[in-house]
C-alpha cells in the first residue's frame, strides 16, 4: 500500500480504520477464494471518483463524461451507507461478462484490497474473501497467516546460517 493511501477517502470510517490496522499491525489483508462466476459483483457495483464513492447521479454523469467506459452502469439503489450501486448493461443471461476482452479496470482488478481499505464489503455469497489480521489476533497470539514475505526472508535466514557453519 502507497504510504499516504490510508489517508485517502476518508469519506469511509470503515475503510480509514481498516487502513489504520493495516498500518499499525503491519499487515496487509490478504484476497482469497475463487470466482464461482455468480455475475452478483457485476448488479452492485460501487463506483468511485476523485478519491469517493459515487453518493448523487450527477456525479455519476460527470464520470461517465471523462470515462465513457462507465455508460454500461446503471443506477439501480444506494446501500446502507448511501452510496449508489448500480448493475451492468454488458452482463449476459448466463451471468457471464459479454465484454471480457475490454471489460474496466476496475472489473479485471475485481475483488481488489482497494475496495477493502475504502470500506467496501464483497457481494453476499461471492466466492472471494477479505482476510485481515485484527487486533485481537495479535493480542491473542493468533496469527491466521503470515506474509510471504517474512517466510522467505526467515528461510533465506536459515540457509545462511548453515553455509556459515559447513
Ligand atoms: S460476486 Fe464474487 S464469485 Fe460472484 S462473479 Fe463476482 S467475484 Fe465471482
Ligand atoms: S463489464 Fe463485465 S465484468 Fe464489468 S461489471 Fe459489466 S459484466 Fe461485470
Known amino acids: 500500500m502507497n504510504p499516504l493511501d490510508w489517508l485517502a ?3 469511509s470510517p470503515t475503510g480509514l480504520f481498516r487502513r489504520f490496522r493495516s498500518r499499525v499491525l503491519r499487515r496487509e489483508v490478504e484476497v482469497v ?3 464461482t462466476l455468480c455475475g452478483r459483483c457485476c448488479r452492485s457495483v460501487l463506483l468511485r471518483d476523485r ?3 459515487l453518493r448523487s447521479l450527477s456525479q455519476f454523469e460527470r464520470l461517465v463524461a471523462e470515462a465513457p467506459e462507465h455508460a454500461r452502469f ?3 439503489k444506494r446501500n446502507a451507507d448511501g452510496y449508489l450501486l448500480f448493475d451492468c448493461a454488458l452482463l449476459g443471461e448466463d451471468n457471464l461478462c459479454t465484454d471480457h476482452d ?3 479496470a476496475l472489473c479485471g482488478n475485481y475483488p481488489s484490497k482497494s475496495l477493502y481499505y475504502h470500506g467496501g464489503r464483497l457481494p453476499q455469497g461471492c466466492g472471494y474473501a477479505f482476510r485481515a489480521v485484527t487486533f485481537r489476533d495479535v493480542l491473542f497470539g493468533r496469527r491466521p497467516f503470515k506474509p510471504a514475505d ?3 526472508m526467515l528461510r533465506r535466514e536459515i540457509e545462511q546460517e548453515q553455509d556459515k557453519q559447513t
Open 9 to 11: 477517502g476518508l469519506d
Open 33 to 35: 477464494g475463487r470466482c
Open 51 to 53: 478519491g469517493r464513492w
Open 74 to 76: 446503471r443506477p439501480k
Open 102 to 104: 475490454t471489460r474496466p
Open 150 to 152: 517474512f517466510s522467505a
